[in-house]
């Protein structure tokens, strides 16, 4: 069964805090995104990557940043997390093709800044 | 920019129920089109999906959608609700000139079944 896996169900964190946020999937999929999901306003892309060290902004860069330094691995970074951070962040990954399925997306993880 | 309208932001309704869920795109071209459901607690699954040919898809557990390109729209539907569709549905458009394959996701609706 085809698998992304984010790190963490639940964090908590502090104001000013660096936070990683790690996605892995074990498809082999080129494309992996990130999106923030808050009640109201559905899933918002942040940012998205099509290939190794390559990355592009979504609709809402701002306070975030990622890395790809392989394949498998999708890194959301918070350089100071702040409060208005709190929310559901998922991962998903596709391959180029689009395939049959959509996307595939990790279980999420919960972050409330405090 | 592309954009996606989920018009019913909470429904609710009785078991055996029909349901349809509106759901509309603002892009003039090729698009796909999803339908993702989120069960309380779990992760977004994929409930059915459009690329091309016949306009009236079946997914899983017994849902349907259609596509009418002279409305934009998308609609999702099910003749009968159960108290296990309880949850939050969201409509999804890519647009196939964008490239990358982004998926822009509409507000989401909960759904309320009741027993």
């Known amino acids: 069964d085809v698998k992304v896996t984010q790190s963490s169900r639940y964090l908590v964190k502090r104001t000013g805090e660096k936070v990683f946020l790690e996605c892995v999937q074990d498809?082999?999929?080129?494309?992996m995104f990130w999106y923030r999901q808050d009640p109201g306003l559905g899933l918002r892309l942040i940012y998205f990557?099509?290939?190794?060290?390559?990355?592009e902004k979504g609709d809402i860069p701002e306070g975030y940043s990622v890395s790809r330094e392989k394949k498998e691995r999708f890194s959301l970074i918070l350089e100071s997390a702040s409060t208005n951070q709190t929310s559901m962040y998922l991962c998903?990954?596709?391959?180029?093709?689009?395939?049959?399925?959509?996307?595939?997306f990790g279980s999420g993880t919960r972050l409330t800044v405090v | 920019a592309q954009s996606v309208s989920q018009h019913n932001h909470h429904v609710i309704l009785s078991e055996a129920a029909s349901l349809e869920l509106g759901c509309n795109y603002s892009y003039g071209g090729t698009v796909n089109l999803f339908w993702y459901v989120q069960y309380p607690g779990q992760h977004l699954q994929l409930l059915l999906k459009y690329f091309s040919g016949d306009p009236l898809v079946k997914g899983i557990k017994g849902f349907e959608a259609e596509f009418i390109k002279s409305k934009f729209s998308f609609n999702l539907r099910k003749p009968s609700v159960q108290w296990s569709d309880t949850a939050e549905y969201f409509c999804a458009v890519n647009a196939e000139n964008t490239g990358f394959q982004k998926l822009v996701f509409g507000t989401g609706t909960r759904l309320l079944v009741s027993p």
């Open positions: 998903a990954s596709i391959n180029r093709g689009l395939g049959n399925y959509g996307y595939t």
């Open positions: 498809m082999d999929h080129e494309n």
């Open positions: 990557s099509y290939d190794v060290k390559m990355k």
